[in-house]
Nanobody, 121 residues
Framework: QVQLVESGGGLVQAGGSLTLSCTAS????????LGWFRQAPGKQRELVAA???????NYADSVKGRFTISRDNAKATVFLRMNSLKPEDTAAYYC???????????????WGQGTQVTVSS
């Protein structure tokens, strides 16, 4: 049984930082493309950041320079370090994994349950 379990969300003031974690089980973690998505109320889910097995990354323009995605294959965990948070970063954040494509925006095999991030102004 595959599970992705997120943690690290919470309430933070604008300008603050948070680190989200997502720990996987039931998959060969090192072989998977991993991504962090977010969905704000009334908006579509969007890809925030992705990291491939070789370590290459990509980011949404809105978070470039502020967010950093990383992975620890030994711990089967992917991280999202979020700095300089803005109220518009408020959303439910989800991790996802796929083995079928380097572009996780187009296909996701597994999802976590989500963790809420709220940034107050």
């Amino acid at each position: 049984q595959v599970q992705l379990v997120e943690s690290g969300g919470g309430l933070v003031q604008a300008g603050g930082s948070l680190t989200l974690s997502c720990t996987a089980s039931g998959i060969i973690f090192s072989a998977y493309v991993l991504g962090w998505f977010r969905q704000a109320p009334g908006k579509q889910r969007e890809l925030v950041a992705a990291i491939r097995p070789g370590g290459s990354t990509n980011y949404a323009d809105s978070v470039k320079g502020r967010f950093t995605i990383s992975r620890d294959n030994a711990k089967a965990t992917v991280f999202l370090r979020m700095n300089s948070l803005k109220p518009e970063d408020t959303a439910a954040y989800y991790c996802a994994a796929t083995i079928w494509t380097p572009d996780i925006a187009t296909k996701q095999d597994y999802w976590g349950q989500g963790t809420q991030v709220t940034v107050s102004s």
